[in-house]
C-alpha cells in the first residue's frame, strides 16, 4: 500500500470534504489578527478563529505560557490529584464570574461541556430526592455541541436528522425566537419576541414541571447565525425556571470572555442562570478546554454522603490539563492587564454600525447584532439554498483575503476584542464588493 498523502488522510469536520480538496484552502501559520497561508498570502480573520481566538493569535504571553509549562509538567492525573495550574484557572474564572457561582469543573470543549452541565443537572434533582426530574429542554436552533447530549437539546436541523433515532430521550423544545416578519433587521435586541420565553410554561404543563431537570439556551445563539434574545426574553425564562424549580443553564461557549462585552453574557444581560458552559475564549483557542460553572447551591447539593464518596461520578482524562490550564490563566491575565472586555464593549457601536450599513442591499434579507457577533442573511439562490454563503467564503478567501464563516447563507462575524475598526470598513468595503458581485 502507498503512502496516503496528507490531504487524502484528513477527514474534515462540518466541511464539504469533496468540494473542498479540489481547491484546498489552506493555513501554514498566524499572528495577530491575520493568517498566513501555505501561497503566503495574508488572510485578515474576520472570525477571531471558531469565536475562539479574542485577543488575537500567538498571542506572545501565551505562548510564553504554553512553552514554559510544556518542559515543567506536562500532564498529570486529575482523579484523586490535583495540579497547580488548573486550581488556579478555577479560582481565576470564579472571581470574574456571576455572583453566586463556586465551582468551575474543566472539561475539554464545548461539547463536553453541554454533556457535564446536563448530567450535573440531572445529578442536582437526584441529590436534592426529586430523581424524577429526568427531562431536558432546548430550543429550537439552538447549538449545544455535537456529543449525543448536545445534539439532543440542540435544535439545529443537520446536527440531528442523521442520528434521530439515537438521541436521548426525555427532550423538548422551545420555539426558536427569530422570525423575520417581526425581527428582520433590529438592531441588537428585537423588542418583539419577550412572549416566547412562555413556550416554557406550555411545555411544562404537557410534560409536568415536576418532571422537568433543566433548560438550556445560548444567550445570544451563535452556530444558528448569530441570533438575540428578545428584549426580556432571558429574564422571563428565569422567572419561569424559578417558579417551577427548574434549573437554568446558559450555554456561553461563545459569548462568554468578553464576546459581548462583560466576561460574561450573563452579567451583560443581569440575569444570572445556575450552570454555565464554556470553552473557546477560556484558554483564547490556543489549546482545547472548556469548563462548566456551578452556582454554590448546586454544588452543595452533591456535597453529602460519606466524605470519602466521590460525589460526581463524571470526569474527562484531560480535564484541568495542566498546559491547557497554563493557557488558560495567561489568557485571563491578558484579558485584565489589557482591558480587553472594556474594548470589547465600546467597539459593539461602531461595529454595529458597519454592519447595518447592509440593512438596504437588495440581495440580503437580515442584518443582526449583538456586542462583537454579526450576521448577514443573503436571500438563498433559487432551487439551491446555501450555494451563496458557500461561494462568497471562497470568494473571500482567494480573491479578497478574508476569512469569513458562512452557515447556509448567513454570513457571521465574530470579530477580534481588539480589533481596529480600520480593518472592520477595509473588510466591509470588501463584503460588499462580493455581496455586489455574486448570482
Not at 436521548?168 to 423544545?173: A, W
Not at 462583560?262 to 483557542?285: M, R, S
Not at 466524605?307 to 495567561?330: C, D, N, Q, R, W
Request: hydrophobic residues 40%; glycine residues 10%; contains cysteine.
Amino acid at each position: 500500500m502507498s503512502a496516503a498523502q496528507p490531504l487524502d488522510a484528513l477527514w474534515m469536520p462540518f466541511t464539504a470534504n469533496r468540494d473542498f480538496k479540489k481547491k484546498p484552502r489552506m493555513i501554514q501559520s498566524a499572528d495577530g489578527h491575520h493568517y498566513v497561508t501555505n501561497d503566503g498570502r495574508r488572510i485578515y480573520d474576520f472570525f477571531s478563529g471558531l469565536w475562539t481566538s479574542g485577543v488575537g493569535h500567538c498571542h506572545p504571553k501565551i505562548v510564553e505560557a504554553v512553552q514554559r509549562q510544556v518542559a515543567e509538567l506536562d500532564y498529570a492525573i486529575t482523579f484523586q490529584v490535583g495540579n497547580n495550574r488548573s486550581a488556579e484557572l478555577a479560582a481565576r474564572v470564579i472571581d470574574i464570574a456571576p455572583d453566586g457561582f463556586t465551582q468551575c469543573f474543566f472539561t475539554n470543549s464545548g461539547s463536553e461541556s453541554v454533556d457535564t452541565a446536563l448530567k450535573i443537572a440531572l445529578g442536582y434533582h437526584r441529590a436534592r430526592g426529586e430523581g424524577h426530574r429526568t427531562r431536558l429542554i432546548g430550543r429550537e436552533r439552538g447549538y449545544h455541541g455535537v456529543n449525543f447530549g448536545g445534539m439532543s437539546v440542540g435544535g439545529m436541523v443537520p446536527n440531528r436528522k442523521a442520528f434521530s433515532a439515537n438521541l436521548i430521550p426525555g427532550v423538548d423544545h422551545l420555539r426558536t425566537t427569530i422570525d423575520l416578519e417581526h425581527t428582520a433587521f433590529s438592531h441588537g435586541l428585537p423588542e418583539w419576541g419577550a412572549h416566547l420565553a412562555d413556550d416554557l410554561e406550555r411545555l411544562c404543563a404537557l410534560h409536568g414541571a415536576e418532571n422537568i431537570a433543566a433548560v438550556i439556551v445560548e444567550p445570544v445563539a451563535g452556530s444558528a447565525g448569530v441570533i438575540p434574545p428578545p428584549a426580556g426574553y432571558l429574564e422571563r425564562l428565569r422567572e419561569i425556571c424559578d417558579r417551577h424549580g427548574i434549573l437554568l443553564i446558559f450555554d456561553e461557549v461563545i459569548t462568554a470572555f468578553g464576546r459581548v462585552g462583560k466576561a460574561f453574557a450573563a452579567q451583560k444581560f443581569g440575569v444570572t442562570p445556575d450552570i454555565i458552559t464554556t470553552a473557546k475564549g477560556l484558554t483564547n483557542g490556543v489549546i482545547p478546554m472548556g469548563a462548566v460553572l456551578v452556582s454554590g447551591d448546586v454544588h452543595t447539593a452533591f456535597m453529602q454522603g460519606p466524605e470519602a464518596m466521590i460525589e460526581l461520578f463524571h470526569g474527562y482524562t484531560y480535564s484541568g490539563h495542566p498546559v491547557a490550564a497554563a493557557a488558560g490563566v495567561a489568557a485571563m491575565e491578558v484579558y485584565r492587564e489589557e482591558g480587553i472586555f472594556e474594548q470589547a464593549d465600546a467597539l459593539a457601536a461602531p461595529f454595529a454600525e458597519l454592519l447595518h450599513a447592509f440593512d438596504n442591499h437588495e440581495k440580503v434579507i437580515d442584518v443582526r447584532n449583538f456586542g462583537l457577533m454579526g450576521a448577514i442573511e443573503l436571500a438563498p439562490r433559487p432551487g439551491a439554498p446555501g450555494a451563496r454563503g458557500l461561494e462568497l467564503h471562497k470568494r473571500a478567501y482567494w480573491e479578497e483575503d478574508l476569512m469569513i464563516r458562512n452557515g447556509m447563507d448567513t454570513i457571521a462575524f465574530s470579530p477580534f476584542l481588539n480589533s481596529d475598526v480600520a480593518d472592520w470598513e477595509r473588510s466591509f468595503d470588501k463584503m460588499r464588493r462580493l455581496i455586489d458581485t455574486i448570482d
